[in-house]
């Protein structure tokens, strides 16, 4: 038995004739944490709401346990939401809130007093049932919408930006919450959300959306480490896209030198994008380098600066542990692992997105 | 006095030549009798038989009006968040329209409708049915009000369940609501202020149309609002038409203290 638990197969949506999914295709594993990444208005609340049953796709179907469910009302599916915006029933306290699912489910009263309970805890709101949503802050209210969706006790529950409104701090906090509350319920995730830090801390497993196109799916590790084009590059994280030429395999030209790496099976003299992350470049004396370039910028960061160096038209971004005295001319070099060769992209569709 | 509170003097103005001055007019009527002195007389003379009738009618009608139209307002407000209708620029404009147009011509329009040999009992022949005497009944003249405040209460409902977010009609259904659930859990008990507004502007005005109820009833059912007309304009007491006047305001009010008091968290920010 295969612990696939949701499958969408070929999904496709369009708006007002706009294409919003592109024949979509995923798996997700039970229990498992996934995580929709992608810009704003790239199609990951379409497909949640797919999933969650509050569209219906225009092609393809959504199997839930090896059943199709596409048809089916989001009153009938074990899957629960929580929104963005929190949506808590206004006129109803937080109990009553928490309770509303179950009340239609019909649960003894007792069962659903000890779920409450149970679930007030597990959000770190114990003594909060009576209040009413106006009066809790924005975190507080996102944790009640949690807990109304987790009592009860979904096999799936998609959470669409839960932490969007939130500042910072609580932000990151709620994020260690929500892996917690994760672990202890056992109840497969499925996150959306833009912030790529968000999606590397908390995802078993990122999937990476452009233009409703799935464009890379994997750990966070692998993901960040091998992107496998040039706008997951860019997205996640910060990164030097630079466009280079294959010599042969293991052999790339960038700004006219030539750098080893450890890519093959490039046609010969294909044009290519070369992705390398400021951290793994290094910088050194002038002339001792791959390349030679005069500092620009330097700003310390905390744990690091960002340097930036400009050689001939392309400025360079480093992260170093050592300063670089602006206006000085330096070395730059990396070592072959850290060099990540990527095709052109063939459509538009996996176009980089530049600096928003 | 402040230069900007200045420019209410006109409302002022016109609150105190057309509202103040007249009710202080019609407490002082209600209070006296022919001979300028004293009295409660005009005040106690609703309960008389023949005033208390008009009034229990009055009410009675004035109930049920108020609860067709809310019959008829809810499904379809409903229907329009369905269709996505809400937010569009027309949408209030076709509910308004009807108002747009004098109401005596609108009820002319009812009249000839109803008739006897008005073009309902026409299609009712049309359809084989008998032809129904609506014409100067109860009903034509409750059909008539009805027509008349409906789209009050269309708008007040629809103003308020225009506020209710899409995303927590999706969380209820998300938490297993089906649309009768959605409605009576969610939707009714969040359009509580515009329900409550618009029982007040249907069931108030309902109590006292007497020029309805002179088109569509044909003079033949008095409500309060015609008792209190003919004091004026016929018998010319307007010691007895003030006195009935006042006791109705004080009902009027009443009702309406009693309608917001049942919902003290947004009742009365919105019906005054
Ligand atoms: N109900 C809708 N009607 C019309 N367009 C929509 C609707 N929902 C989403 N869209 C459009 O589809 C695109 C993708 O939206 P969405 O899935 O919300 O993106 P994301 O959540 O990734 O930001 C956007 O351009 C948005 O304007
Ligand atoms: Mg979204």
């Known amino acids: 038995m295969s612990d696939v638990i949701l499958r969408l197969d070929g999904i496709s949506k369009s708006f007002d004739g706009k294409q919003v999914i592109n024949r979509l295709d995923l798996e997700i594993k039970k229990n498992e944490f996934v995580t929709l990444l992608g810009p704003s208005g790239c199609g990951k609340s379409t497909t949640l709401r797919i999933i969650g049953g509050f569209e219906k796709p225009d092609e393809g179907c959504v199997i839930f346990e090896g059943k199709d469910i596409t048809a089916l009302p989001p009153d009938k599916r074990h899957i629960n939401t929580v929104f963005q915006k929190y949506s808590l029933f206004p006129h109803m306290n937080v109990e009553d809130n928490i309770a509303f699912g179950l009340k239609l489910k019909k649960k003894s009263r007792s069962y659903i007093k000890d779920k409450i309970e149970y679930a007030l805890g597990l959000v770190n709101m114990d003594g909060y049932g009576k209040r009413m949503p106006m009066s809790l802050s924005g975190g507080q209210q996102q944790r009640v919408a949690i807990a109304r969706a987790i009592v009860n006790e979904p096999q799936i529950l998609l959470l669409d930006e839960p932490l969007g409104a939130l500042d910072l701090k609580l932000r990151q906090k709620m994020q260690l919450e929500l892996i917690k509350i994760k672990k202890e319920v056992g109840i497969t995730f499925v996150y959306v959300t833009h912030d790529q830090e968000e999606a590397l801390t908390m995802s078993d497993r990122i999937i990476v959306m452009n233009k409703g196109i799935i464009q890379q799916m994997g750990s966070s590790k692998s993901i960040y480490d091998e992107p496998q084009n040039a706008f997951v590059a860019d997205f996640i994280g910060e990164s030097n896209i630079i466009d280079g030429i294959m010599k042969r395999d293991c052999l790339v030209n960038i700004q006219g030198v030539d750098f080893e790496c450890v890519d093959v099976g490039f046609g010969k003299l294909e044009p290519v994008d070369v992705v390398i992350r400021p951290e793994d470049l290094t910088i050194v004396k002038r002339g001792e380098g791959y390349l030679d370039g005069t500092v620009i910028s330097e700003v310390f960061k905390g744990a690091f600066y960002e340097i930036v160096v400009k050689v001939s038209d392309y400025e360079w971004l480093i992260q170093s542990v050592n300063p670089a005295a602006v206006g000085s001319i330096v070395g730059l070099t990396i070592i072959p692992d850290n060099i990540q060769i990527m095709h052109k992209p063939i459509s538009e569709d996996a176009e980089v997105i530049k600096d928003e | ?272």
């Open chain 2, 1 to 272: 006095m402040n230069k900007r509170s200045l420019w209410s003097g006109p409302y002022i103005l016109w609150m105190i030549g057309f509202t103040v001055i007249p009710f202080c007019m019609i407490l002082h009527y209600a209070l006296t009798d022919r001979d300028g002195a004293f009295t409660f007389r005009n005040l106690l003379a609703m309960f008389e038989p023949v005033h208390l009738k008009a009034m229990t009618v009055s009410v009675e009608v004035a109930f049920f009006c108020t609860v067709i139209c809310i019959l008829l307002a809810y499904p379809l407000v409903i229907a329009m968040k369905r269709l996505g209708l809400f937010g569009k620029s027309y949408t209030i404009l076709v509910l308004i329209l009807p108002m747009w147009i004098n109401f005596i011509l609108r009820l002319l329009a009812l009249q000839m409708i109803l008739s006897n040999n008005g073009v309902l009992n026409h299609i009712f022949s049309i359809l084989g049915l008998p032809p129904h005497e609506l014409a100067n009944t109860r009903t034509a003249m409750m059909i008539g009000i009805v027509y008349d405040y409906l789209p009050y209460m269309i708008v007040s409902i629809y103003n308020s369940v225009a506020d209710i977010d899409d995303d927590i009609i999706e969380a209820a259904r998300d938490l297993g609501a089906g649309s009768l659930t959605v409605f009576f859990r969610i939707i009714l008990p969040l359009s509580v202020p515009g329900l409550l507004s618009g029982i007040v502007m249907v069931f108030v005005p309902s109590m006292t149309s007497f020029v309805t109820a002179n088109i569509m009833a044909g003079g033949k059912i008095q409500l309060i609002g015609n008792i209190i007309e003919q004091e004026f304009i016929t018998t010319m007491d307007w010691h007895l038409g003030s006195g009935l006047s006042v006791i109705l305001m004080i009902f009027v009010l009443l009702s309406m203290a009693f309608t917001s008091r049942n919902d003290p968290d947004y009742g009365m920010s919105k019906i005054w």
